[in-house]
């Protein structure tokens, strides 16, 4: 009797950890699969007074140039700022270019901190010229963004670099990228963690179809 009850025992203790095994996975893959964070990932312009550690930076930096990209050519550049003083400067900088405009009134709200949406870090992604340019670098930003979702940080794409880049008051912020010669500033994404919660903006799924035969 006591050598059967040792069986049930032991059968109850492997259940339980085969269970536990199987729960762990599944949580795991919870937190951290890729269709999760694609589903979790929204444009974040409210960012935490927090710095990012640089360590979560190069990790994101990295994830982006394991992107695929035409040929292998890996034609991209990845400028990281992180510098609160860059960041300030470049926004003193260039609102003091379109003082009076309505770019000014534009970015000037209560909540204003900096032209990079608040962001406390910017991903500067430049490129050269080319017939798969820009599939390219579109597919190192959304490894960078997903990575971000994982990692518990907001993104944001901002194209309005461009624009801003061009004033010629910023000539001196835009050479400190230090692009390669051939290479131009094509977007940037801005990085923090969240200080807003955003619902998923609805998504028309007609756009999708089957092609028969």
């Keep these: ?21 199987v729960w762990m996975v599944t949580e795991s893959q919870k937190k951290s699969g890729v269709i999760d964070a694609i589903e979790a990932r929204r ?52 609102l003091k270019a379109v003082e009076g405009t309505d770019k000014a009134k534009y970015m000037l709200t209560p909540t204003f901190k900096n032209i990079f949406r608040n962001a406390p870090a910017v991903i500067f992604v430049g490129a050269p010229e080319g017939e798969f340019s820009d599939l390219n670098i579109g597919l190192l930003g959304e490894n960078i963004m997903l990575a971000a979702t994982e990692l518990g940080l907001g993104t944001c794409c901002l194209g309005s670099v461009l624009s801003i880049f061009a004033e010629p008051e910023m000539v001196e912020y835009a050479k400190k990228l230090n692009f390669s010669e051939g290479y131009r500033l094509r977007y940037a994404l801005a990085v923090g963690y969240p200080d807003e919660s955003p619902e998923a903006k609805p998504r028309d799924m007609s756009k999708i179809a089957y092609v028969e035969w």
């Design 1 to 21: 009797m006591v050598e059967v009850m040792k069986q049930i025992v032991c059968l109850l203790a492997l259940c339980v950890t085969a269970l536990l095994s």
């Design 43 to 94: 444009s974040i312009r409210a960012y935490k007074d927090a710095p990012v550690e640089r360590e979560k930076l190069q990790l994101l930096a990295e994830c982006g140039v394991k992107a695929p990209s035409a040929m292998n050519r890996q034609e991209w550049e990845i400028r990281i700022v992180d510098s609160k003083e860059w960041i300030d400067g470049c926004t003193a900088t260039y």
